[in-house]
């Protein structure tokens, strides 16, 4: 496995809202950005903290008087992240009060944070949309930066990049200085289950790699070769060689699921989706694979860029029914 530089103390001071108590009007920019794979020969340490502009996020969780990175995540919008449904549900039995949710992401300068308040899980597929509003200074130029997702369904044979956090310790009483290592990890499709793996452990569409992540990294985003989001890592098992598998969620079930954004609520609306979110801080590749027939996701399969065609899955095949 690749070094890692040194770690460095990566701080930041938490606020409510940079745009709550501003009294003059600011542009506010956002960016889709595609993160291109590259082979990394199995599990790699990313020595450069900004790699991702602030797109993948660290998943910290605050219960019992401590604060631990759980998982990972990814910025489709503006405040709106993508993550694993189980990295959340594993405290879900707790006190809301007793509890809190911050997004991070090490970026030039510091950490960017971002206040959890919502999540909205996605029947038979272990993708949450997890709304948050923002809670660090505003970066240089007012400039957010979010994935790049497709609906496309990946080709076996084809390589894809997981991409997620470690922390540097277990466990920190604040999050205003945490250390957290991007890393990354990269393998072929061994397997496309259009519509699930299992019942229990890959209920909803998936696809199949041949390398190993760590739990850290669950809900963390795969990118393609051409860095267009497709998938969220759900889990990866542990084997001699090292080399997984790991299962990816992909996420086209999600692209026209209902939620309520609590950040930018003006310009997003009091309840949307991500395919109506296109053109406010949000881009989708082919969002019109994804259509909605009696309250569940249908979905006309495509798999090459350059091709019109669609295969069309129907839901009460796929696990997504409601």
């Known amino acids: 496995m690749p070094s890692v530089n040194a770690p460095r103390l990566q701080t930041a001071t938490y606020i409510a809202d940079p745009l709550a108590f501003r009294r003059r009007r600011i542009e506010l920019k956002f960016q889709n950005s595609n ?8 599990l790699a340490g990313i020595t450069n903290p900004d790699i991702f502009k602030g797109a993948v996020l660290g998943a ?46 090490p970026v030039e300068g510091g950490l960017m944070l971002w206040g959890g308040r919502q999540s909205f899980m996605s029947a038979g597929n272990d993708i949450a949309i997890f709304a948050s509003v923002a809670a660090s200074a505003l970066p240089p130029q007012n400039l957010y930066t979010t994935a790049f997702p497709s609906t496309r369904t990946p080709r076996l044979g084809e390589s894809l990049m997981i991409c997620g956090f470690r922390p540097q310790r277990e466990k920190y009483q604040d999050t205003s200085q945490f250390t957290i290592h991007p890393y990354i990890s990269t393998g072929k499709v061994t397997q496309v289950f259009a519509c ?11 696809v199949e790699l041949d390398c190993h992540a760590v739990g850290s990294m669950s809900g963390g985003p795969v990118f393609d070769g051409d860095g267009y989001l497709v998938g969220i890592l759900s889990t990866s098992l542990e084997s001699a060689q090292l080399n997984g598998p790991s299962y990816v969620s992909l996420i086209w079930p999600v692209i026209a699921l209902s939620f309520r954004p609590h950040w930018l609520t003006e310009w997003l609306g009091e309840q949307t989706s991500l395919n109506r979110c296109i053109g406010k801080g949000c881009s989708i590749e082919r969002e019109e694979a994804v259509t909605v027939l009696n309250n569940a996701p249908v979905y006309r399969e495509w798999t090459t860029r350059g091709s019109s065609g669609f295969l069309e899955i129907d839901p009460k095949t796929s696990g997504l029914d409601s």
Request: glycine share 12%.
């Open 196 to 206: 699930g793996r299992d019942r229990v452990l890959m209920p909803g569409p998936c």
């Open 60 to 105: 910290v969780v605050g219960a019992d008087g401590w604060y631990r990175l759980v998982g990972s995540a990814v910025m489709v919008a503006p405040g709106i992240a993508l993550t694993a449904t189980h990295v959340l549900a594993e405290y879900a039995h707790y006190d809301p009060s007793a509890i809190s949710w911050t997004l991070m992401s």
């Open 35 to 42: 993160f291109a794979a590259f082979e990394s020969g199995g």
